[in-house]
């Protein structure tokens, strides 16, 4: 997600309906937080087109994996990005899925509520398990498999996130996962599991380097393969998945290392924690 503007105070308010119509007269910033009722909330509001930056992730993955299992579902931002944000976390609370409360909606902006306590920041689970690194295995572990559990809490609902990575999934105060940043929908352009293999390889790239760097991607393979070969899973999710394998293989020859850059050290830590089982 980009930076977080400062917070604004307002006054004591539970008419959330009312403080949404005022602060958007004034609020300049796509999202901002405030202080109401002894609360932290967000309002989101629409703005200009979502910046090409925010999809640079999947169209590089998906020019150099061949996969267009990865091409990113655009989202062209303004009203339609707000509305589908709000219906979807809306469904995903339905389901029994942890997300930020709509507190009130309209077609220019939404109040939410803050996941965290009052005055406190909440941090990203990609945040908390890079800084776990230097702790090694047994640090790193218990949250990757965290994120997992909260990725397959999703497919079994019968939905799937919007883009998997480990910066849209929130660790709360009492230790458990929330899931942020819903301005598309892949499965109204993509089937079911399809996404729900995109929602597995987003994870796995953003997650493998802090694996690999632990010393983990061993355990992690093993995990990884039990995951994806629990019962519930579809015929169709294998076969996607299974071809999207066939087309990364050629990842296996990319240096385990920074030498080639960043980007290149993650893809092939990516191949290592996914690649097939012999």
């Not at 480990?166 to 301005?183: H, I, K, M, S, Y």
Request: aromatic share 6%; net charge positive; hydrophobic share 40%.
């Amino acid at each position: 997600m980009p930076p977080i503007p400062p917070a604004a105070t307002t006054r004591l308010t539970t008419d959330f309906d009312a403080f949404l119509t005022e602060q958007l007269r004034t609020q300049s910033k796509n999202i901002q937080r405030y202080e109401t009722g002894g609360q932290w909330v967000w309002i989101k509001r629409t703005g200009p087109l979502v910046p090409a930056w925010r999809y640079r992730i999947l169209r590089v993955l998906r020019v150099l994996m061949n996969e267009p299992v990865l091409g990113p579902v655009v989202n062209h931002g303004g009203r339609e990005a707000i509305a589908t944000e709000v219906r979807r976390l809306r469904d995903l609370a339905s389901r029994g899925i942890r997300v930020p409360a709509v507190l009130a909606a309209q077609d220019d902006g939404f109040v939410m509520s803050h996941l965290g306590l009052p005055g406190e920041q909440v941090h990203s689970l990609g945040n908390v398990i890079r800084a776990a690194v230097p702790k090694g295995a047994e640090a790193v572990m218990p949250l990757w498999r965290q994120g997992l559990a909260m990725i397959d809490q999703v497919h079994r609902s019968g939905t799937v996130l919007s883009q998997a990575f480990a910066r849209n999934l929130v660790v709360c105060p009492d230790g458990e996962l929330a899931c942020v940043d819903f301005e598309d929908d892949p499965t109204a352009v993509l089937p079911l599991p399809v996404c729900q293999v995109r929602d597995a390889l987003c994870y796995a790239h953003s997650t493998a380097i802090y694996l690999s760097h632990a010393g983990a991607l061993e355990q992690a393979r093993a995990t990884w393969q039990q995951w994806i070969a629990q019962p519930g899973r579809s015929p169709e999710f294998h076969t996607v998945l299974n071809n999207t394998l066939g087309r990364m293989r050629w990842l296996r020859m990319l240096p385990a290392n920074r030498s080639l850059g960043r980007d290149t050290e993650r893809l092939r830590a990516m191949w290592d924690l996914m690649r097939p089982a012999p």
